[in-house]
């Protein structure tokens, strides 16, 4: 079962991903909405975006059958990197994206956090793995075109700011960038 509290990624969902066992639901983590227990409950990427991840946690492992397994993959933003460095305008939107998303009260080091996170939430047999993205090409184009207008209309940065580093950036993937670092963890516990 695959869920998000967003029914549009939902109906998406379900438009690409089509197999007998396969089922999505519109459902928010943080509420008490889904009654069946699972093997495995896992987050990738999702963590990051939701300020109140105690409670995540808890409800991920609440979902999962006694011996079963929480697996989590996130994110460290703070280490997260480009080669060669990138223009000047850019590094000014990151920081500017990192502060926004303290403002929000998101962890920028979520994959550092989550080994506690899954202890405080009684799962045993903590792991955790590097699971870091090495690419040639960069993601934040598309970060830029879809949180940078809301970052905009919430005064995180100004219009100039995000046109000057939407501009840099997509010069800089064209002729200099060699390679993106996502700093990603994948952590696990068995409840």
């Not at 011996?67 to 933003?77: A, E």
């Not at 046109?163 to 060699?178: D, G, K, Q, V």
Request: hydrophobic share 45%; with cysteine.
């Amino acid at each position: 079962m695959g869920v998000d509290r967003d029914a549009t990624l939902i109906e998406h969902a379900r438009a690409l991903h089509v197999a007998e066992n396969l089922t999505f639901a519109v459902a928010d983590v943080l509420a008490d909405e889904i009654e069946e227990r699972f093997d495995i409950v896992n987050a990738a990427r999702v963590l990051q975006w939701i300020d109140d991840r105690e409670t995540a946690i808890r409800r991920m492992a609440g979902l999962t059958k006694p011996g079963g397994l929480v697996v989590v993959l996130d994110y460290i933003h703070e280490e997260n990197r480009l080669f060669p460095a990138p223009p000047p305008e850019f590094e000014r939107f990151y920081r500017a994206f990192l502060d926004w998303r303290a403002g929000h009260g998101w962890d920028n080091r979520m994959g550092d956090s989550l080994p506690a996170l899954l202890a405080i939430s009684g799962l045993t047999e903590i792991t955790s793995t590097i699971e870091d993205e090495l690419t040639e090409t960069s993601i934040w184009p598309h970060v830029l075109e879809t949180l940078g207008p809301r970052m905009v209309a919430e005064g995180a940065l100004t219009q100039m700011e995000l046109l000057s580093a939407t501009e840099s950036l997509r010069r800089y993937c064209e002729t200099a960038i060699r390679s993106q670092t996502l700093v990603l963890r994948a952590v696990t516990g068995v409840r």
